[in-house]
């Protein structure tokens, strides 16, 4: 099968070191044919220019903070057929696009989106989900294995994350792109809802996945406590002005006050906020929404062609190999798995403890994907707490679990 040209695009603001993770996560991709575009504040630009990715990837400096912008400039720059979109604190599995891209081989589907695993690098944050026009997110039942087309019924859409998501780049022109309105929360739910309106396919790609960090931002912390809602207020406005109908508008936005007041509270009652600051962060809610009930919305002018010619980025092109050890021999085989790396391999490291220790997978600066725990312990959540099993026989347990994923074996 052809696979279609992609183009990558990575927005980032605030987190350069996050940025360079993202893009050596890139570079292993194992897929003929993409291009990366990078959309960054001075910050982001600074650090890619200092970089081995310099020259590599189309970089467009950017230096506001509304994301639907920053991609819509992205796509602008886009040559790829296909439209693929992460987040500058996200690394994707070295099969990513494959799978991301593999469903468009049927022309009923206009946009994929995969499964996002959180940070301990096993369990998901996301997998496949449904949106109503109240913004009300639903999991969905699907084949985790194989990809699932799905068609929304009326007031319904296929809902997409904005870290591992890709889309047709004539459907994203024609649909005008991303709304500018939503400066940073519901933009792709914006999009999905109008994709679903236009009576568009989309199709969930299990095994389209990538390791989402939740890197720290103006708006969280590093441990996700809440440190400002303004923008989250404003683009609730915005989303219920154009997709829910208007007597449901403030039962509505009561419910979306009521769930940020009790994740304040959870917040507050864990030591991750203070209790002086609650009452100035829940008001930023209310201040945004009432900024975004004044923010225009107009026709969305698409994007147009392509602005510059496909820029082909070199991705891994060699063997996908598995090494394996005690953690004594971590600094050895890190070393190893390091100039393997540099060789264009696609490296998967298994350092285990003679342990409970519960697993933790994590690709490394330099492009390794660790994964450490004991040979006793849990990797998947769900397994039991302690299994009596040998040191091989877990490693080869643990290749079985993720070698779809690392093309092991191909």
Not at 12 to 28: H, K, Q
């Amino acid at each position: 099968m052809t696979r279609p040209p992609v183009s990558v695009v990575i927005v980032s603001r605030d987190r350069p070191e996050s940025l360079i993770w993202c893009l050596t996560g890139v570079a292993g991709l194992r897929y003929p044919g993409f291009e990366v575009i990078v959309v960054a504040d001075p910050p982001g630009v600074a650090a890619v220019r200092a970089s081995r990715f310099d020259g590599r990837v189309k970089l467009i400096p950017f230096d506001r903070a509304n994301i639907s912008a920053a991609r819509n400039l992205g796509v602008a720059q886009a040559a790829g057929e296909i439209v693929a979109f992460i987040d500058d604190d996200a690394v994707p599995e070295p099969t990513w696009l494959g799978y991301l891209t593999a469903p468009f081989a049927n022309p009923d589907v206009a946009a994929v989106g995969g499964f996002v695993r959180g940070r301990n690098g096993i369990s998901f944050q996301w997998k496949a989900r449904m949106v109503d026009t109240w913004g009300r997110a639903e999991p969905l039942d699907v084949d985790e294995a194989q990809p699932t087309v799905l068609h929304p019924g009326p007031g319904q859409a296929i809902k997409t994350e904005g870290t591992n998501m890709a889309l047709r780049r004539t459907v994203l022109d024609r649909l005008g792109g991303f709304d500018p309105n939503f400066r940073f929360y519901l933009d792709e739910t914006d999009l999905n809802m109008r994709l679903a309106r236009a009576g568009l396919a989309t199709a969930i790609a299990p095994m389209a996945q990538v390791h989402h960090a939740y890197a720290a931002s103006p708006r969280r912390s590093a441990d996700r406590a809440v440190r400002d809602l303004h923008e989250i207020g404003a683009s609730w406005a915005v989303f219920l002005r154009k997709h829910c109908p208007e007597a449901e508008r403030a039962r509505r936005w009561q419910e979306v006050q009521n769930d940020e007041r009790a994740r304040l509270g959870d917040q507050q009652a864990r030591g991750l906020i203070d209790t002086a600051d609650v009452p100035r962060i829940f008001a930023s809610l209310s201040a945004g929404f009432e900024e975004g009930q004044g923010r225009e919305i107009a026709p969305l002018p698409g994007v147009g062609p392509p602005q510059v010619a496909f820029m082909e980025f070199p991705g891994a092109g060699g063997a996908s190999v598995v090494l394996s050890g005690r953690t004594w021999q971590a600094r050895r085989l890190r070393r190893e798995a390091r100039a393997r790396v540099a060789r264009g391999e696609t490296v998967s490291l298994f350092l285990f403890s003679p342990t409970t220790r519960f697993h933790k997978v994590r690709m490394s600066p330099d492009g390794v994907w660790e994964q450490v725990g004991g040979v006793f312990g849990r990797s998947e959540r769900n397994a039991p707490l302690f299994r009596l099993i040998g040191f091989r026989a877990r490693v080869n347990q643990e290749i079985r679990r993720v070698a779809a994923l690392r093309a092991i074996g191909e």
